[in-house]
C-alpha cells in the first residue's frame, strides 16, 4: 500500500525492460521505496514466454504497489552470474536495495498472486490492501478462462479472511464458471450473515439464478425462428433470452427483453422486468450494457 501522500507509480514506470546498465537505478534504488520483482527471462526460453504475462497481469493489478523489471539474461550475463542465475524463468523480488522473496521455474497464476501479496504486506501495505491485489489477480484470471487458478486463488484469501465479500462472490462466480452449481449454491449459502447482502455477493447470487436457467436453455436457432414467426409468442422470446445468455451474447438477450417489455410489460407477471434486473445485477453496475440496458428500460417505464 501507498504511504499517505506518496504518489503511485506512474503506468509506464511500473513494469520496464531492463539492462546491466540500469540494474541499479531501476531494482537496487527504486525497491528503496516499493518492492522490485524482477524477471529473468531469454528470448528462446518457452516456460519464460508463460510465466511473464502472468507475472505482468499480477504486477499490474497491485496498482503501483510493486513495480516490476524484466532482464534479459543473455544480455545481463553479469548479472546473471553475481545472482547465480542457473536456470530461467528466475523470479526475484527485491525491497530496501536486498532479494527478498523468489522462485524459479513456471508456476500457477494463484502462487503468483500469493508471491505478489506478500511483498505488498511486506513493504507496509495493510492485509486488506494486500489481498485486494490477489483478488484482482483472481478476477483476471476468471475473465482468461483460468477458473481452476482463480478458484484455488479466493479460497487461499478466505484462508486469511474469511468474509472477504469480493474473494467470497469471486469464488461462487469461480464455481458457477467450473459448471460446478450445486458447489457454488452451497457457498453462496455458508456466508455469515455480515456478508450475506454484500454487493459481490448479490452479483454472485444473479450469476447463479442465470447459469441455473441456462442449464435447461433451447436450442437459440429454433427460438429465434418462433420468434420470427409470431413477435407476441412471448414466452418463445424470453425462452430466446434465456438461451442467448447460456451463449455469452448477454448484449442480444437484453434487447430480447426489453422487446419483450415494451410488447407487455405485464407478461407472467412482469417476468421480463424481473429477468432484466436479474441480469442487471449480474454485471458490473458501470458495464456499457448495464448503463444502456437501465437507460432504455427507464424510458420505456416512464413514457
Not at 435447461?216 to 420470427?228: H, I, K, S, T, W
Request: with cysteine; proline share 5%; aromatic share 6%.
Amino acid at each position: 500500500m501507498l504511504e499517505l501522500g506518496q504518489k503511485a507509480a506512474p503506468a509506464d514506470d511500473i513494469i520496464k525492460d531492463g539492462s546491466e546498465a540500469t540494474f541499479m537505478t531501476d531494482v537496487v534504488d527504486a525497491s528503496q521505496t516499493v518492492p522490485v520483482i524482477v524477471d529473468f527471462w531469454a528470448p528462446w526460453c518457452g516456460p519464460c514466454k508463460t510465466l511473464g504475462p502472468m507475472l505482468e497481469q499480477a504486477v499490474t493489478a497491485a496498482k503501483g504497489a510493486v513495480r516490476m523489471v524484466k532482464i534479459d539474461v543473455d544480455q545481463a550475463q553479469q548479472i546473471a552470474a553475481q545472482l547465480r542465475i542457473q536456470s530461467i524463468p528466475t523470479v526475484y523480488a527485491f525491497f530496501k536495495g536486498q532479494p527478498v522473496d523468489g522462485f524459479q521455474g513456471a508456476v500457477p497464476q494463484s502462487e503468483i498472486a500469493a508471491f505478489v501479496d506478500r511483498l505488498v504486506k511486506m513493504s507496509g501495505g495493510d492485509a486488506s490492501g494486500g489481498l485486494d491485489v490477489a483478488v484482482a489477480a483472481a478476477d483476471a484470471m476468471l475473465a482468461e478462462g483460468a477458473a481452476v487458478d482463480a478458484a484455488q486463488t479466493f479460497a487461499a484469501i478466505l484462508g486469511e479472511e474469511p468474509n472477504h465479500p469480493a474473494a467470497y462472490g469471486g469464488l461462487v462466480r469461480a464455481h458457477i464458471a467450473l459448471g460446478d452449481l450445486d458447489q457454488a449454491e452451497a457457498i453462496l449459502n455458508g456466508a455469515d450473515a455480515s456478508i450475506a447482502h454484500a454487493p459481490e455477493l448479490e452479483a454472485a447470487h444473479a450469476q447463479l439464478v442465470l447459469a441455473r436457467q441456462a442449464a435447461d436453455a433451447g436450442p437459440v436457432d429454433d427460438l429465434r425462428a418462433a420468434v420470427e414467426a409470431d413477435p407476441d409468442n412471448h414466452q418463445a422470446r424470453y425462452d430466446l433470452a434465456t438461451a442467448l445468455l447460456a451463449h455469452g451474447d448477454t448484449e442480444a438477450a437484453i434487447d430480447e427483453l426489453l422487446e419483450l417489455f415494451r410488447r407487455d410489460r405485464d407478461w407472467n407477471g412482469g417476468a421480463a422486468r424481473a429477468q432484466l434486473f436479474t441480469v442487471f445485477d449480474a454485471l458490473p453496475a458501470k458495464d456499457p450494457l448495464v448503463l444502456r440496458g437501465r437507460r432504455r428500460l427507464s424510458s420505456m417505464i416512464f413514457v
